[in-house]
């Protein structure tokens, strides 16, 4: 009987996969939203191995990469960009430890609420909304209601590429509604009449209205210590490969 048992422990020790291996990102929401959260099923699901993601911000996941406690860190800023807001925090990084690689980028998109009837901007009013100085939407012929800014607190990296492309680097309404990530933006423009905001393209839908205007997008970059590993690096062309041309 022994045998037997240890025979059937032998054969299914034979059929079972060495252990997975984990790979750990951590990064701002634009990259992780964008990026990594959307391959993680079926990355894991084709590869055998399991992505931890957690979305903080581009400076914790440099950091948290610099301690060793990730393999990638995410973010949709330049790498010494991400060093100079790590300094700020007080923690100084030698920027010859990492390599960046660009990913993708992420589209972003204008959203309204659909009462607005407003489905065209020239860049010129798009900027007058995201600084106050246009409030009522029939300036822009659309109906006569109230503008209002949705504007995200966890989109950093979106917030610096909007406001340097389409709003020439001037601050965005103090009047502005506060929301969090893409989606609670997305969320909030469904529900507010008049509201306006900015989403990675992902986050669109029906319920709101897209409003042609000109092109922003973010760069998203991967970063790791020294050249990617080969697991990082599946990672990174699984996205570009299977993913990335989609868009």
């Known amino acids: 009987m022994k045998g037997v048992v240890l025979a059937v422990v032998l054969y299914v020790a034979m059929c079972v996969p060495a252990f997975a291996d984990e790979i750990k990102i951590e990064g701002g929401g634009t990259a992780i939203s964008t990026v990594f959260l959307p391959i993680k099923k079926r990355y894991e699901k084709l590869h055998g191995d399991y992505l931890t993601i957690v979305q903080s911000s581009a400076v914790k996941g440099l950091i948290a990469l610099s301690e060793g406690k990730v393999d990638?860190?995410?973010g949709a800023h330049p790498l010494e960009d991400i060093i100079a807001g790590a300094a700020k925090d007080?923690?100084?990084l030698d920027p010859s430890q990492f390599v960046s690689t660009q990913v993708?980028?992420?589209e972003l998109v204008v959203i309204a609420n659909r009462d607005s009837e407003v489905s065209?901007?020239?860049k010129k009013q798009l900027k007058g909304i995201f600084t106050g100085k246009i409030s009522n939407w029939k300036v822009v012929g659309g109906k006569d209601m109230a503008v209002t800014v949705v504007w995200g607190k966890e989109t950093e990296a979106q917030n610096v590429q909007?406001?340097?492309?389409a709003l020439d680097g001037e601050p965005v309404t103090a009047t502005r509604h506060a929301a969090t990530?893409?989606?609670n933006i997305a969320e909030t423009v469904v529900a507010l009449p008049g509201s306006v905001g900015v989403v990675s393209h992902e986050m669109s839908t029906a319920a709101t209205r897209t409003i042609e205007t000109i092109a922003i997008a973010s760069p998203?970059?991967?970063?790791?210590?020294?050249?990617?590993?080969?697991k990082v690096q599946s990672v990174i062309d699984f996205y570009k490969t299977e993913y990335g041309f989609l868009k």
Not at 162 to 165: D, G
């Open 72 to 74: 990638i860190a995410a």
């Open 90 to 92: 007080g923690v100084i």
């Open 104 to 106: 993708g980028d992420n």
């Open 120 to 122: 065209h901007l020239s």
């Open 162 to 165: 909007f406001t340097r492309l």
């Open 181 to 183: 990530t893409y989606r």
């Open 220 to 230: 998203i970059y991967a970063i790791t210590r020294g050249n990617p590993s080969p």
